[in-house]
């Protein structure tokens, strides 16, 4: 199957930190007002329109229906929680009030304590994160906290020494020894800075942007300015998409990532907002990220992880609300113009979108990215020609390609293929392979390709084969080698991978198609009509609608390829 994708750019934590909110029930109707009565001005509807207001990612609106909801009905429990989160994520001043009567919410305290944090009160905010119960995600999370004040009330050796005994055989020690580096650097201990930030590094699964700056930021400040940079051009490597940003990065290298306790709590938060990101915990990171927010509004970090999760949830608006917070002058300002663009195209204003990526292009001409996404949204939308002038132009602004270049290429191939210029597109897919031979994407997609030409079938089996082993839950790489078995006549075992495929897909009008296929190769004619008859009603490509019709009108075999020139009827 021929994915047409575009780039864009832990340990499994208890989740007890918001004990009775986001999953408490909904109120019963008839206890929604005093009098009984079901009206869309008594709690039970005010309650119904903030949980549809929390389901829109409006939290101002959200907010002012639970507080109307508890002001019908004062001391419900379950609204008092719902109505103190909405304020929170909404920045709502009732929240203040409504946490100090909850002492026993976890997230409750967490927010008192940032207003401790910004008062100045350090040790009554050591005290209150001291006071959480050592369970679940606050387990986790406490010894950071408590440590952060301790520094924040000068008291860096004792900060330290909270730290050290989870430094080892932990869960997220990695995290713990980055944030005790940070407070070591804070506190002008450099010896013991250097040798927690080596530590977190090696413990760390792999790079990100955050660690790459803070461990950057510290080489450079100590003097070690090659190294700083080797670590900020190492991005481009990991996240494609930074590297736009890679000379503002690069010139803000001696910024210190945490200049006070404030922003080390902040770090904190976010920290443990990604390892639940990664657990697809959305909701309770985005609390997490506005506590980190509220102690430092500035955060890019923290603004591009909540925009993430917004997007992923389709709260398109508010994920661009988020990203318009940050400045121009941040180092990352270019990578949150491209998502901003990305945003833009996504809510339906493609032509400002297309515009938004054109001057990207021209402010940043030594970057092939503005072009290559400007080619990405001209694909998809089916415009082949204009796509490829726009990648034409994204790969002259690369002298020399390298391995992480083989994107470029393999967007213009799909190009070229849609628009039925095949000798391109085979010219592209083999250079993008060159570039980066196992790639499952490229494997794929010049495999299957061949596979449906009925060209080179034995090398597009191994090319897809490959791409299987490096992807084996992909169900379009498994529909991939369902159809080239099935062209080469090992009927049974396509039916069975094509069976895999649907079942991980079943979605897809192209895998039903195919399976429907391979049931008529095995004489399954009744389910090859069934299958046939199911991917029509999958929204499948005008062409390939057209080729079902002519199935199911006609019944005509699917022809099996003897060799690699052999003609092939597949598809007509």
Same mark, same amino acid.
């Given at each position: ?172 020690? #990695?995290?713990?020894? /980055?944030? +005790? =580096? *940070? ?5 002008? &201990? %450099?010896? @013991? ?51 736009? #940003?890679?000379?503002? /990065?690069? +010139? =803000? *290298? ?5 200049? &006070? %306790?404030? @922003? ?309």
């Amino acid at each position: 199957m021929q994915p047409a994708r575009s780039f864009r750019r832990a340990a499994v934590l208890g989740l007890s930190l918001f004990t009775a909110s986001l999953a408490a029930g909904p109120l019963s109707a008839q206890t929604a007002t005093r009098d009984g009565r079901d009206t869309r001005t008594g709690a039970y509807g005010a309650y119904l329109a903030g949980r549809f207001a929390t389901a829109q990612s409006d939290p101002a609106r959200a907010a002012s229906e639970f507080l109307h909801a508890l002001a019908i009905r004062p001391g419900d429990d379950d609204l008092q929680q719902e109505a103190f989160l909405a304020g929170l994520m909404a920045g709502r001043p009732e929240s203040a009030a409504l946490a100090r009567q909850m002492p026993d919410s976890q997230a409750a305290q967490l927010y008192l304590a940032n207003e401790d944090i910004l008062a100045g009160r350090w040790s009554a905010a050591e005290q209150r994160f001291a006071g959480l119960p050592r369970e679940g995600l606050t387990q986790l999370l406490q010894p950071i906290l408590v440590a952060w004040t301790q520094q924040g009330a000068g008291h860096t050796e004792q900060a330290l020494a909270t730290l050290r005994p989870f430094l080892e055989g932990q869960r997220l020690h #990695a995290v713990y020894a /980055l944030n +005790a =580096a *940070l407070i070591a650097d804070l506190g002008n &201990r %450099a010896a @013991e800075a250097t040798r927690l930030y080596d530590a977190a590094q090696k413990e760390f699964p792999g790079p990100t942007l955050r660690l790459a700056q803070i461990l950057a930021s510290w080489d450079a400040r100590q003097g070690h300015l090659a190294e700083a940079e080797r670590t900020i051009a190492s991005l481009a490597e990991t996240s494609p998409e930074t590297a736009i #940003a890679l000379p503002g /990065l690069a +010139a =803000a *290298l001696r910024t210190r990532p945490v200049s &006070r %306790a404030s @922003e080390g709590i902040a770090e904190a938060y976010l920290a443990l907002a990604a390892a639940l990101r990664e657990q697809e915990a959305g909701d309770y990171a985005m609390v997490l990220l506005r506590l980190s927010l509220t102690l430092r509004p500035d955060f890019t970090a923290a603004r591009l992880l909540a925009a993430e999760i917004l997007e992923n949830e389709r709260h398109l608006e508010a994920a661009q609300q988020m990203l318009a917070a940050i400045p121009l002058s941040d180092p990352l300002a270019p990578v949150v113009a491209v998502r901003q663009a990305f945003l833009t195209d996504e809510l339906g204003h493609t032509e400002k979108a297309l515009e938004d990526f054109r001057a990207l292009a021209r402010a940043y001409p030594n970057s092939s990215l503005p072009d290559l996404h400007e080619g990405d949204i001209l694909r998809v939308k089916q415009h082949y020609p204009e796509a490829i002038a726009a990648y034409d132009r994204a790969i002259a602004r690369i002298p020399s390609p390298g391995q992480n270049d083989w994107p470029v290429f393999y967007e213009r191939g799909i190009a070229y293929e849609r628009s039925h210029q095949w000798q391109l597109a085979e010219a592209d897919f083999r250079h993008a392979l060159a570039l980066s031979p196992d790639q499952p994407l490229i494997l794929n997609y010049l495999g299957y390709s061949w596979a449906d030409m009925g060209q080179h079938l034995a090398q597009a089996q191994q090319m897809i084969l490959k791409a299987a082993e490096r992807r084996p839950n992909d169900g379009a790489i498994v529909d991939s080698l369902g159809w080239v078995l099935l062209r080469q006549g090992d009927t049974a075992q396509a039916v069975k991978e094509l069976e895999r495929a649907v079942e991980m897909q079943p979605e897809d009008s192209t895998v039903n198609g195919h399976l429907g296929d391979a049931y008529w190769a095995a004489g399954r004619k009744l389910e090859a009509s069934f299958q046939w008859r199911r991917a029509l009603t999958l929204n499948p490509e005008p062409d390939d609608a057209a080729k079902l019709e002519a199935r199911l009108q006609g019944g005509h075999p699917i022809a099996v390829v003897a060799g690699p020139s052999a003609p092939s009827t597949l598809g007509e």
